[in-house]
């Protein structure tokens, strides 16, 4: 039997290189009308008035007040309203739409809205928390009253804008039945659906989501699109025609959801032998107006403190801070790669400041199999990130180069990062609040249909499920289905996000897959159900953050070289070496795309991609002015992958769509780092930065 | 209505000039840009279009040996590989944008957009260039610097069109241009410097310095860069502080979304250092 990881082509590249994928701009429907937002163009304050203009036939105006139930997203906190109340939290909040068949006079009928302001002074400082969470590990208190020496740093880190390719967008249509159907570029159809049900007052059958083609989502189609959906299903009610709301690129990078801004904090204990005794973590996130699902983003982030490394004593406090900053959100990483930012720079920084080598100093403190994990869980399956850094060292010549750089005022470095990233669901969140269903569906045909609500957004599962399927049932891949997900015919198997799906969903369709093996029938219709189960051994107390936080790890290893400017400080990437363990690759090339995708967006995140909100407003609002790496600014990649397979994984695979990108950042800084001799503590460390601390250090 | 115009030679397009006013666009990489609107709607540009891409009298290089010649609708990308061209202005465009952007992007249009961070605009100062502008009544010639009277503006009249670019033969034994942009590729100029210096015997005797991006307009002083005309290499080697500082008034950047003026200002000024530095 061949090894599953040799690769194959992606099964829907065809469709998508013939420009035949339908993504949801390319729908169209009769009697289509289109639907623009009207938003607020003061960050905050109170809407005194709001002049209409009469309409022309076929056009409608939508706010708050057409709404039937509940004006408020369902996300984890519910406080985000989809039509602005009289009270006006961030700067383009929407307030309505206008909804009509010709774009160019819904234009015109736009500029004769009339819209009167009061306006109050903004909040964009870290004051009022909003989300408070802590937890310990051991007994810091005593390691710092013991500690020979004490370091304290503070690191911040910026905005990141996903920059998918396909800008948000949604269509709306009701059917005969009076149900109501959504096609849109989403991450997580029943996310849609319960937020439309919630915001309907209606019942479940009266609401279908259906995901179009998906050009890239990054954690950007995770929460926001249940607010374009909630609008227009209020829009769908009153005209009762099909409505499409697509996103400009400008209105989409202006108001939609980005990576959380961070300010954290560490202070370390160390004893007289230069070890870590204990870490204390102050972890603050910016949430913007509306918070959303913040504090998941918060916990995944204050769980990673003690970043791949085990110390016995902890303490780390997070909170996420309402400010009239445009709301934030999901980002690949989702709040793993602020937190390997700063812990990254922090133990290069103490390793500094006791005068130790930083390597010698980080590997004595690797975390290894059997460690307490930082909330007192267990890292119980092998640990093989020597193994990655031996063979990722190797390759990128760190040491040798490390030496010659360190010495050496050529303007030259290399860095390195360590991190993991927990596969799933943050706690028992998988069997609480997730509970994911899965379905085989064989047909007469014998042709077996996979149903599952996770949807492909680039990351290859409309290739690597069906292989998975069809390897275990020892069928020709082409007899697989797998289509877009439909709420009316697809169980809920949960979101796809938080690198869970080839290990949760995929693990599940292995199962059932095995059992529809034992109990296959040709030409007759059979149909296999499998449920998620937790693993026995978890155990989570959501109240203390204390146990098992995920169920497995992947690990990472980066190595970036750079050369920097001395006259402009401009930073160019020479080479990067990557070392992964995720487990078993399902599709090796598939696996290799993100990381080729994911260290780019983690190296970008570090040095180049800058995006400030100045009094409320984004300054960066297109691609001209928020630089994303062209072909040009990244080298060639290399990538090593160690299989080190996870038993409850299908085949051994564990999570690996965000894993690497966590890393980018501070490998990218070291290497800055070593080549001007300076601290980094801020990301992006653009060429402005940069200069900043050659004048002033 | 509205009457767009898309004239097949030059005397169609001066004659349709004469008679309204129009909105020149030969390749539209900036106006397009600038007007643009909703997807799936027309870019709102508020005067009547005059497009001027099919008129391929003015999409030509002439050599004379005087000077060199470029015709008003030559694409960036033929002027880039043509060998009659100069290095400099060769190595400018490859900096410009992407493919895509050079296949319709011209010169001309570069200069009458205007913008103080257009990198064709930087070089061709440098380079002591002259436009040729024509109406259906007269042609003049006015120095490419001359003919822009802030950021996005410039003094044509509104019969007028730039007909052509002359860039005249001068001994160069160094030009270079350094484009300092917030990436590798296809990004707006942070801050960029053209160089146009020839040295003889170790002495100089041409000496342009253009900057861009640091100022409403390009930066380009004509008396500053000739107190270095006479001066010996060596010279200059030693006294380079001295030259950075008599640049530094010329230098009044700002910030804005794409850098702060902080570092724009010790960057050009950094820039010239570089160039003294590989004078030879």
Known sequence: MSDISKSIPKLDAASKIAGEALYVSDISMPGMLYAKTVRSTIVKGKILSIEKPSLPEGYFIIDRQDIPSRNVVKIIFEDMPYFATDHIEHYGEPILLMVGPHLDMMDELIKKIKIEYAEATPLFDFKDSVVHYEYAKGDPKSVFERASQIIEMTYETGYQEQAYIEPQGMLAYPEVSGKMTFIGSIQCPYYVKNAVIHALGCSEDQVRVIQATVGGAFGGKEEFPSLMACQLAVAVQKAQKPIKLIYEREEDMEVTTKRHPSKISLKASVDEFGNVQGIIAQVSLDGGAYVGLSSVVLSRAMIAASGAYTFHHLSVQGDVYRTNNVPTGAFRGFGAPQMFFAIEMFMNHIAKATHQDPFAFRMRHLARQGDQTSTSGKFRDPIILEDLIQIATQKAKYHQKAKAFSLTDQYKGIGMSFFLHGCGFTGSGESTHIKATVRLHKLISDKV??????????????????????????????????????TDVVPDSGPTVASRTTMIVGGLLARAAKELKGVWQSGIDQVITKRYEQPSYIEWDEATMKGDAYPAYSWGVNIVEVEVDRLTMQVKVKNVVSAYDVGKAIDEQIIRGQADGGITQGIAYGYLEKMVSQKGRIRQKNMTDYLIPTSVDIPKMETILIDNPYP???????????????????????AIEMAIKRHITKIPATPEYLMELINHE | MVNHGMPQTLEEALILLKNDEYQIIAGGTDLMVQHRHWAQTLPKIPKPVLFIHHVKELNYLLDTPEYLEIGATTPMDMIMSSPLVPK????????????????MATLAGNIANASPAADGLCTLIALSADLVIASLDRKRMIKVEEVISGPKRNKLAKDEMIIAIRIPHQDQSMSEFYKVGGRRADAISKVSLAAVIHVHQSIITNWHLAFGAVGPRVVHDIHTDQRMIGMKIDDVKRQTDAIIAMYEPLITPIDDQRSTAVYRKQVALNLIRRVIINLH
């Open chain 1, 449 to 486: 249909e996979i149903q599952v609500a996770a949807v492909d957004m680039g990351q290859g599962l409309k290739t690597t499920l069906p292989k998975l399927v069809a390897k275990i049932l020892e069928i020709p891949i082409h007899q697989v289905i797998f289509e877009s997900p439909d």
């Open chain 1, 648 to 670: 409850l994984g299908p085949y051994g695979a564990k999570g690996a769509g965000e894993l690497t990108l966590v890393g980018g950042a501070p490998a990218v800084c070291l």
């Open chain 2, 88 to 103: 400099i202005l060769q190595h400018t465009i490859e900096e410009i944008a992407a493919p895509g952007i050079r296949h």
